[in-house]
């Protein structure tokens, strides 16, 4: 990734928040923040999802389960039409990345389509009514993972797609977060020039799905890095592992946890279990940074 400063930031603006959009809306911000980086050579591919920010590109749209099929199209198209200057990039949901469009999504990895594939990753479907989704974390309420004298939440963790998206030998995946904005760029920047297929999972904290204050979108976001729930890193060529947040020590997930009406129920076990395991995964991941590599 490109290492950069507040000032490297693109000051153009090719999104539009639309009045659909909630305040403290975190895909909103990671749509800014992503086209910025692009630039307007850019065919924008997106499925049902929410919001549905407008850019200054031009913009196509299909069903969740063919969105990696039509990337290909647009594509393949594009160097037909020798306009490889211009990307293919989709913008797309967890819900439309983890699940309903994981299948046409695996094919074109494999097949190392030239392909920029963003997941705005606000861990439910949120468009439809906040049901869950691969991506929603242990324990959360979410409508279809209730809490009540039958359910404790979700009761599964989450998928971890972007290893899985690295076992297809694809040049770049890596996490982001809204709350790192030069980290989130420098990687989109590095991205853009690649060939091939490349994969950016971003976490985007939605406050009506998540239950929690508008205005602490940015704080739930970094807490989420500083805790070890959303790790940042990068994944090259399937091969190279390399953390590029790297905390001395992380805070206590209790943090991040409390601030959120969606973990609202959690019990002091259910906690120190869900500490447990991102202590694990902590200590899993600084080995793998450590060898700088992915072990496939
Ligand atoms: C095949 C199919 N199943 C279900 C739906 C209904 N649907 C529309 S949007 C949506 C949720 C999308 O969730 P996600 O991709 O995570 O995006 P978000 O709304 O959270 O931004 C669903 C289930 C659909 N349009 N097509
Ligand atoms: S429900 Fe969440 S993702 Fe959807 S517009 Fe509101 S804040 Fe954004």
Known sequence: ?????????????YTITPGSACQGCGPALAARLVFKALGNKVIRHGVPSCPDSVTRTPHTFSVFESAGAALTGISRALKV??????????????????????QALSAAAERNEDILWFCKNNEAYMNTGIQRSSATPLYAWTTTTQVGPRGRGKETPRKNLPFIIAAHHVPYVATASIAFPTDLI??????????????????CPCPTGWRFDPSRTIEVARLAVQTGMWALYEIIDGREFRLTYKPKKLKPVEEYLRLQGRFRHLTDREIEEIQRMVNENWERLLKLDEM???PL
């Open 1 to 13: 990734m490109e290492r950069l400063t507040i000032k490297d930031i693109p000051l153009e603006e």
């Open 81 to 102: 039409l020798g306009r490889e200057d211009v990307l293919a990039v989709g913008f797309i949901g967890d819900g439309g990345t983890y699940d309903i469009g994981f």
């Open 186 to 203: 420098g990687k989109v920047l590095h991205a853009k020039r690649l060939r091939g297929f490349r994969f950016i999972d971003i976490l």
């Open 292 to 294: 700088g590599e992915f």
